[in-house]
Structures are given as structure tokens and as C-alpha cells.
Nanobody, 126 residues
Framework: QVQLVESGGGLVQAGGPLRLSCAAS????????MGWFRQAPGKEREFVTA????????YYGNSVKGRFTISRDNAKNTVYLQMNSLKPEDTAVYYC???????????????????WGQGTQVTVSS
């Protein structure tokens, strides 16, 4: 059974950095897409970024491009989201997601992912 566990959320001042982690277990992730999504109160879940685990290809949503970086550690089965220059509008619950896929095109929609973590709260104060 695939399990995804996020950590690293918290309260940070605007302009500061924060790094989230997503530890994956219960599966083999070499042929998978790993994604980060976020959901603010009263809003739909929004795509943030994704990575193709095997080749490391990445894709970012427009609102985070240039500020956030996704990466993975194969030995630890962990995906990271480095967030820099945080803004109050980045405040949300951040979710890690996974799907098995060998596709070159990365998945950006929530309904394309099969496994989800429980989420971690990120709050950016102004």
C-alpha cells in the first residue's frame, strides 16, 4: 500500500524560505510522477509542481515558477519542495501526490493522481 507522508510545513514570514518533504513508501517509484498541490480555504486544489521520478523532468505552475523547486532523493524515496520568496498568497495546505506513469508528459490535474498524503499547512505572514 503506497503511503505518502508530508512534513516541513509551518509559519513563515513573507519573503522567507521553507522546505517541504514527502516520504513515499509501499511501492516502487522509479516509474512515477510525483506532484505537489495546494488548497487554500474556500478554493479548489491547485497544481504547484510535478517531477518525473526516473528522469527528473519537472514542471511548475505559473504562480510558483522561479520561486519553488521540486527535487527527489532516490535513496530516501523522498520528494522535496523548496519554496523561496514566499508570499501570503502561498498560504495553503500542501499535498503530495503520486501516480505510476512512464509518460514523458507530467500530470497536472488532481484526478490524474492515485495516491495522496494527508497534507501539511503552510502559513505565510505579511
Amino acid at each position: 500500500q503506497v503511503q505518502l507522508v508530508e512534513s516541513g510545513g509551518g509559519l513563515v514570514q513573507a519573503g522567507g524560505p521553507l522546505r517541504l518533504s514527502c516520504a513515499a513508501s509501499g511501492g516502487t517509484f522509479s516509474n512515477s510522477h510525483m506532484g505537489w498541490f495546494r488548497q487554500a480555504p474556500g478554493k479548489e486544489r491547485e497544481f504547484v509542481t510535478a517531477i518525473n521520478w526516473s528522469v527528473g523532468r519537472t514542471y511548475y505552475g505559473n504562480s510558483v515558477k522561479g520561486r519553488f523547486t521540486i527535487s527527489r532523493d532516490n535513496a530516501k524515496n523522498t520528494v522535496y519542495l523548496q519554496m523561496n520568496s514566499l508570499k501570503p498568497e502561498d498560504t495553503a495546505v500542501y499535498y503530495c501526490a503520486a501516480k505510476y506513469s512512464a509518460s514523458y508528459l507530467l500530470s497536472t490535474h488532481t484526478n490524474e493522481y492515485d495516491y495522496w498524503g494527508q497534507g501539511t499547512q503552510v502559513t505565510v505572514s505579511s
